[in-house]
């Protein structure tokens, strides 16, 4: 089956840890991307890759990194330079930018 | 910028009735698409209803349709004959060629009641 998977489901982290989360797609997309999600804000754009070994900072891109070195794959790390990491993160793919975008279960990151 | 406002935070229908969800939204492009987007408590977020701006038709997909203003940049979801399982958040989004992703509203919490 085609889709999207990121592990874990839950993740707990404490202060000054970094941490990784996985995104993973077999649906040959092109674009990949991480949002963030905190209650009453809707999505928020963390970063997004329209390409391999290509990447770029959306909205909210301090105290995140990523890399894209295949397709398949954009792993989103929160370092500790992140202020207020606690939040549900989801990954999305899509063929291109106007295209429907497929997300992934999310994973909830919490800073204890 | 773009911006998308969704102005109800908070909505509640009986089963088997109808409701309507509101967006509005800017953008100084002429063409661009438009989603509504159904997350349910499990959290998994799923399409509901994708329209182009150059159509002028309004999208529908079953009990769904939207009713589209381009000129007052209204972006309305009518879920028709209500069901239990239509409970969820809907998100509104928009994607322009000037931007590089999905830009989402804040959201609409809808509550289907027995």
């Known amino acids: 089956d085609g889709g999207i998977t990121q592990s874990p489901k839950y993740l707990f982290r404490k202060e000054g840890q970094n941490v990784t989360l996985s995104c993973e797609q077999n649906l040959n997309h092109d674009a990949m991307y991480w949002y963030r999600q905190d209650p009453g804000q809707g999505l928020r754009l963390i970063y997004y890759s329209q390409i391999v070994n290509d990447f770029q900072k959306g909205d909210i891109a301090e105290g995140y990194s990523v890399s894209r070195e295949k397709k398949e794959s954009f792993p989103l790390t929160v370092t500790s330079a992140q202020k207020n990491p606690t939040a549900f993160y989801l990954c999305?793919?899509?063929?291109?930018?106007?295209?429907?975008?497929?997300f992934g279960p999310g994973t909830r990151l919490t800073v204890l | 910028a773009q911006t998308v406002t969704q102005s109800q935070p908070e909505m509640s229908v009986q089963e088997a009735e109808t409701v309507t969800l509101s967006c509005t939204y800017d953008?100084?492009?002429?063409?661009?698409?438009l989603f509504w987007y159904k997350q349910p408590p499990s959290r998994q977020m799923i399409l509901v209803i994708r329209?182009?701006?150059?159509?002028?038709q309004n999208a529908t997909e079953n009990r769904f349709s939207v009713n589209f203003q381009k000129a007052a940049k209204s972006f309305s979801l009518k879920i028709s004959d209500s069901q239990l399982g239509d409970t969820a958040m809907y998100f509104c989004?928009?994607?322009?060629?000037?931007?590089?992703?999905?830009?989402f509203g804040k959201g609409t919490s809808l509550l289907v009641t027995p």
């Open positions: 329209q182009e701006a150059y159509k002028q």
């Open positions: 953008t100084s492009e002429n063409n661009y698409y």
């Open positions: 999305a793919s899509s063929i291109g930018g106007r295209d429907e975008q497929f």
């Open positions: 989004a928009l994607y322009s060629n000037s931007g590089y992703a999905l830009n």
